[in-house]
């Protein structure tokens, strides 16, 4: 359920932050500026030219490993998290970001930086309701050992749990933290909790060119013994930081939650899969089933695919895990137009018709990374495609899609056909995504 609960607030001045950015090690400048009510988050790039800018939306995140990364067009920006958190935590609704690098400062690895700066800018409400998404039921997305649920609330706030569990063998162990999230909770016991990584895991990154300028001081590296070159804010640090994360990714619904979110050794990546289910719920009123999957009818699907009679080949959404997998049904019908002139004597469903309804299926997946108003996916190759049997009328056609590989720019995935538990066809196919033609 969305309502409302409280004004929208923006910032009162100008603010800024300098740093050097952990992943390419660039100098960059951060400057927040007001906005106006419903404007939310915006990132510009100012040393782009045109200054593109990409809304703080989970519709624009793309998959990177062990950060929030913001895409939209030509403006890519790297690591908003810590950024997002200190919006966020500090109910900072509306704002410009400008950035004159591709990555945010690194600072020490925490968003103190960045709240330090928003606090002394000072914060104003707006004459407009901000509105909140209520979690009335479970919603749980899995990534094998790693689960984040969003349960109801018992009250009208959000409270986050968080258990992190790296093993005995390693100084981090075990910790779990319970937060109820509020401005001065965020302040006092999550904005100042840093990054932390082992020693063998920053040795990695820096062989892989990043952190080149980043050292121990910079945030929390574990040794065999403790952390290196640093000390501890917290005793479990480590943990509060994860949910820094958090509340970070969570403001990418672009509206505050109500609720209790439990998570288990849960990253960004399972972040954002909850926050794309979250919108669902908000805006798509799909179905929710336990265990990260939902159902999807046929006006939820016309909403995501661009396709429509005769050339719309999925009638409905089965199971729909976000990102990884779409199992997806076609009714075949004797109406169908093609029967009319492909055998008519005996009707056969054409078989580059079978791998074009693997193809939308995989369409909705892709829909879960990419705006479907602003980007499109279009089919680039297709690979290793059999045909095992034949497709008739009165067979429903079971389409069950995997997600091989996603990067910003791509999609490849693997389609398997089915009828009666048997196999019709299969292939995989690769897709390129481009932005959508905009009138002039």
Not at 38 to 50: C, E, K, M, S
Not at 258 to 270: F, I, K, M
Not at 374 to 400: N, T, Y
Request: hydrophobic residues 40%; contains cysteine.
């Amino acid at each position: 359920m969305v309502t409302t609960r409280r004004l929208q607030r923006t910032i009162a001045r100008e603010a800024e932050v300098r740093g050097v950015g952990f992943i390419q090690g660039v100098d960059v400048a951060v400057r927040f500026r007001p906005a106006e009510a419903d404007q939310g988050v915006v990132f510009v790039r100012t040393d782009l030219p045109g200054r593109p800018s990409v809304p703080a939306h989970i519709r624009h995140v793309i998959p990177r490993q062990r950060r929030t990364t913001l895409q939209q067009g030509e403006a890519t920006v790297e690591m908003v998290e810590h950024v997002m958190a200190a919006l966020s935590g500090l109910r900072i609704d509306n704002c410009v970001v400008e950035i004159d690098a591709p990555e945010t400062p690194g600072c020490d690895g925490s968003s103190q930086a960045f709240v330090e700066a928003l606090n002394g800018a000072g914060i104003v409400e707006l004459d407009r309701e901000r509105e909140t998404l209520v979690i009335e039921r479970p919603i749980t997305v899995r990534e094998g050992k790693a689960i984040l649920t969003a349960h109801p609330g018992s009250d009208d706030g959000l409270v986050l749990s968080y258990h992190l569990d790296y093993g005995r063998q390693t100084p981090i162990g075990s910790q779990s933290l319970f937060v109820d999230v509020s401005p001065e909770t965020f302040r006092e016991e999550l904005a100042p909790s840093r990054t932390f990584l082992l020693e063998n895991e920053a040795k990695a990154l820096r062989a892989a060119g990043i952190g080149s300028r980043t050292t121990e001081s910079d945030l929390l590296i574990f040794g065999p013994d403790g952390v290196i070159g640093n000390q501890l804010r917290y005793r479990d640090e480590c943990v509060r930081h994860k949910i820094l994360d958090m509340v970070g990714d969570l403001a990418l619904l672009d509206k505050d939650l109500s609720g209790h979110v439990v998570a288990h050794r849960s990253g960004h990546q399972l972040n954002a899969a909850l926050v794309r289910k979250l919108w669902e719920a908000a805006h798509c009123k799909t179905s929710l089933q336990g265990g990260g999957q939902g159902r999807l009818e046929i006006n939820d699907i016309m909403r995501i695919l661009p396709h429509r009679y005769p050339f719309l080949l999925v009638d409905r959404v089965l199971e729909h895990d976000l990102t990884r997998r779409v199992v997806a049904l076609k009714n075949v019908s004797c109406n169908e137009p093609f029967f009319q002139g492909h055998w008519p004597g005996r009707p056969i469903m054409p078989g580059v018709l079978i791998v074009e309804a693997l193809a939308q299926a995989a369409g909705i997946m892709i829909a879960d990374w990419v705006d479907p108003n602003e980007q499109v996916a279009l089919i680039i190759s297709i690979d290793k495609v059999k045909f095992r049997k034949a497709v008739i009328p009165g067979d429903q056609l079971r389409l069950e899609v995997t997600n091989l590989r996603t990067k910003s720019r791509s999609a490849y995935v693997q389609g398997v056909a089915t009828v009666d538990n048997q196999i019709a066809a299969e292939a995989k196919i690769r897709f390129v995504i481009v932005d959508t033609e905009r009138p002039a």
